[in-house]
């Protein structure tokens, strides 16, 4: 089990009038999240590299120092990391840029441009003094610098944009066009090909021109593997219209298409950020009371009449680093609500998939077992 807050919060517990709420959720309403890129530190550290008990593996880094191989990353133990954890991609670079001009300016002999992530890493290893008394900064370039080299070699910025149209638009005709596209372009690995190819099967399942079948020979003319082949439908098996309670993709009512529209109206710098993890809108419903019991059965002593204090949140099939940060915002605008996020695991894209192929092998050996008992039961 993940818990994904400090540990000193959760237990906390504070005097309310109306008693905590658990709300338990099921990873398949929402297999959309845990499949796009993130560009929020936390989250993108997770996606790229993988956190794992808070430790960070630097060792396939190029020309990586023996120091940094593995790094922590703790918001109780580094305050930077703490500041930063929920700010954009951009932000980071900048405050780290920041920092270290500080630094600069109490050393004027020392002083040397900074204008990109290379300058940074080459100032951190001609400065011992500086790598001794910011190793925690050390880190960070280190970190910022493997995240940049990734988002170009995997051309990250185009394949992101195009997730987010596929998660947060309804123009089917653009979306396969841009799929259909990026498919053909060789920076984009079999990995990413196959996340794009998983989202329109996810988003465009049942519609009228469906063209899922073109972009499955799309990705075997590419090179791509047979078992992220194969994932495309076991994804759609988890998530699917079928399975999810959900309407992951079509706003409500008007209040949702305005705020859809407006959103649409920000501009360039949040076309990366669009998205919002569906447990946004869930929670909202919960605190303002217009949760549908038939979809969120309530057990309790009485009916669920009062608005909620503290809400604990559990995702069976495991939470993610951009629902953290969909929480933490909540946290931050709701005033008199506590939420807590839980769940089996923390994902990023790989290990949800893994979890997809484990669930859809466990359901085939279930129904062959039932096959097998029946069979047995005639003789």
């Known amino acids: 089990m993940q818990v994904i807050t400090k540990e000193y919060e959760l237990f906390e517990f504070r005097r309310t009038e109306v008693p ?3 709300l338990i959720l099921d990873r398949c309403d929402d297999a959309i999240t ?3 890129n ?3 530190y936390q989250a993108m550290v997770h996606e790229l590299l993988g956190i794992n008990n ?3 593996d630097l060792s396939r880094v190029p020309g990586i120092s023996k120091d940094l191989r593995e790094v922590v990353l703790s918001a109780e133990n580094d305050e930077f990391y703490a500041n930063n954890m929920y700010l954009n991609f951009a932000e980071i670079g900048s405050n780290i840029k920041n920092l270290m001009e500080d630094f600069q300016k109490k050393k004027p002999k020392e002083q040397q441009k900074l204008e990109s992530i290379a300058d940074m890493k080459a100032f951190v290893e001609n400065y011992p003094q500086f790598k001794k008394m910011s190793g925690t900064v050390s880190k960070h370039v280190t970190v910022v610098g493997e995240l940049s080299r990734l988002v170009s070699e995997r051309n ?3 394949v992101s944009e195009v997730e987010q149209e596929l998660a947060c ?3 089917h005709s653009s979306a396969l066009q841009n799929v259909k596209r990026l498919l053909q372009n060789p920076k984009v690995t079999e990995f990413d090909a196959a996340r794009l190819v998983m989202l329109y099967a996810l988003h465009y399942e049942r519609h009228s021109s469906n063209s899922l079948p073109g972009l499955m020979m799309d990705l075997r003319n590419k090179g791509v593997s047979e078992k992220y082949r194969k994932l495309v439908s076991a994804l759609v098996e988890y998530g699917g219209k079928r399975v999810r309670g959900s309407d992951l993709f079509s706003p409500k009512d008007a209040v949702a298409i305005t705020k859809q529209f407006l959103k649409g109206l920000k501009g360039v710098e949040n076309v990366y950020t669009q ?6 809108e869930t929670l909202d419903h919960l605190i303002k009371g217009k949760l549908k019991e038939n979809l969120y059965p309530y057990l309790g002593p009485s009916t669920l009449r009062d608005r909620p204090q503290d809400i604990i949140v559990f995702v069976i099939g495991g939470a993610t680093y951009e629902e953290a940060l969909t929480v933490y915002n909540l946290n931050r605008t709701t005033p008199g609500v506590r939420i807590v996020l839980g769940g089996t695991t923390v994902h990023n894209t790989k290990s949800f998939l893994e979890e997809v192929l484990a669930s859809g092998l466990h359901s085939r050996n279930k129904e062959s077992s039932q096959v097998m008992s029946r069979s047995t039961s005639r003789r």
Request: net charge negative; glycine share 0%; no cysteine.
């Open 54 to 56: 808070n430790r960070i």
């Open 20 to 22: 905590p709420l658990l």
């Open 275 to 280: 998205h919002q993890p569906f447990l946004h």
């Open 38 to 40: 993130q560009w929020t």
């Open 169 to 171: 638009q309804n123009d």
């Open 34 to 36: 845990p499949l796009l």
């Open 156 to 158: 990250l910025l185009e």
